[in-house]
């Protein structure tokens, strides 16, 4: 939902403002979203890899 939002925004800007975003910028918020999400994920899924269950039994 998060990335839909964004390429939403960036799609109908121009139509409702009437003005274009910088591309320039709209590359930088690109790259730094996606590796922020990879940043953000990898550790999780590197425990994954590793064996840890995403859920513990608790019957307390």
């Known amino acids: 939902a998060?990335?839909?939002m964004f390429s939403g925004l960036?799609?109908?800007f121009p139509k409702m403002f009437g003005?274009?975003?910088n591309n320039t910028l709209g590359y930088i918020h690109f790259w730094v979203t996606i590796?922020?999400?990879?940043?953000?994920?990898w550790p999780m899924h590197y425990q994954g890899l590793a064996?840890?269950?995403?859920?513990?039994l608790d019957k307390s």
């Open 2 to 4: 998060f990335f839909g």
């Open 10 to 12: 960036y799609h109908w």
């Open 19 to 21: 003005r274009y975003m």
């Open 35 to 41: 590796v922020g999400a990879y940043l953000i994920f």
């Open 51 to 56: 064996g840890m269950p995403r859920r513990y």
